[in-house]
């Protein structure tokens, strides 16, 4: 059976980074042996999930992926945008102890130089009792045990069963703008209570709230994805940190879609109004046998 990635579903850290790489090396034995030994010298404290733009990944392997692609900037029908900024190598880092991931984050950094640049690196944190930014706790209904598996994960018996497809995208927050607002708006706009993270029900929640458009059926199927979103935060910059796991790449793209009042109803999540998507990008993340044939010389 396929090993997943452990990082995936690490659950205690508190400390992260996602760094994305793009390529500017052909060699492919270069490449190999710069990624390999990433894998080789890794601490023992800290997770590190490794994925690959689609490109990048069929130059190293012929596993055939049909639901893998890259992303591509949407427009939503209120004006609002999703940009692509597709990279070729994505990293999560993390663990409980900060020196370690930036540790382990320097070391990913010098192992690639020659093969790979950095073109994005943000760290983020576990803010109060798993808040966003804007206070809202956020995960509470991330699939909760054995469901989380499914959701993130490629069937075992299909093609790359046990990797998972993933999808970063980094969203910079007005909070000035948010906080203004009396907490009962606030709600509205989450779709949550903001001091217990109850879910609103029947009339309370507006169909324009965030919970309400992310919460989707596709053909009576729940489109369930494993959520491991970080906050990241200064005095220059604040914001959410998204980061998806799925089985399918549909799945994501349906709650964008929804996001973004590209459907028949129209409507768009009010989220945006108060945060802008600024990066964004699939990945795939191997099982670890996958991945070590991939790096195979
Ligand atoms: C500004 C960016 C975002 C913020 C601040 C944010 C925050 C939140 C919060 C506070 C919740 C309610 C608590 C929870 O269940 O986790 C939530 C739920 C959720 N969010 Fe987001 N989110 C953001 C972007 C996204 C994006 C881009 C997606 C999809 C690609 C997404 C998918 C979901 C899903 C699936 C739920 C659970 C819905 C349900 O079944 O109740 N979120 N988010």
Redesign the pocket.
Same mark, same amino acid.
């Given at each position: 059976m396929p090993t997943y990635q452990e990082g995936i579903f690490i659950e205690d850290a508190n400390n992260f980074n996602v760094s994305e790489y793009k390529l500017v090396e052909n060699d492919i034995a270069k490449i190999k042996k710069s990624i390999s030994s990433i894998l080789n010298e890794k601490s023992d404290n800290v997770y590190v999930v490794i994925s690959f733009g689609k490109e990048l990944w069929s130059m190293l392997s012929d596993l055939e992926l049909d639901n893998f692609k890259d992303f591509a900037t949407l427009q939503g029908k209120n004006g609002h945008q999703m940009p692509s900024t597709q990279n070729d190598l994505y990293f999560r880092v993390l663990g409980k102890d900060q020196s370690l991931v930036l540790d382990q984050t320097i070391r990913i950094e010098e192992a690639l130089k020659g093969t790979f640049e950095v073109v994005l690196s943000e760290n983020g944190f576990v803010y109060k009792d798993y808040r *966003?930014l804007?206070g809202? =706790? *956020?995960? &509470?209904?991330?699939p909760k045990e054995e469901k989380k598996y499914p959701a993130a994960l490629i069937p075992e018996n299909e093609n790359g069963g046990n990797g998972s497809f993933v999808?970063h995208?980094k969203?910079v927050?007005d909070l000035e703008k948010f906080n203004q607002l009396p907490v009962s708006v606030q709600e509205k706009i989450? !779709?949550?209570t903001k001091q217990e &993270?109850i879910?609103l029900e029947g009339d309370d929640m507006p169909e324009n709230s965030? =919970?309400s458009r992310? *919460?989707a059926k596709h053909d009576g199927v729940a489109m369930k994805?494993w959520?491991r &979103?970080f906050p990241y935060g200064s005095a220059v910059e604040r !914001?959410?940190f998204?980061i998806?796991y799925t089985c399918d790449p549909f799945r =994501?793209d349906i709650?964008?879609d929804r996001?973004l009042g590209n459907t028949e109803d129209g409507v768009s999540d009010r989220?945006m109004e108060f &945060?802008t998507?600024v990066s964004g990008g699939y990945s795939f993340a191997p099982s670890v046998e996958e991945l070590n044939k991939a790096l195979k010389v």
């Open positions: *966003d804007t809202f =706790v *956020d995960g &509470s209904a991330n999808f995208q969203w927050h989450i !779709g949550r &993270s879910e965030h =919970v992310t *919460d994805i959520r &979103s !914001g959410l998204f998806a =994501v709650q964008l996001m989220i &945060s998507a």
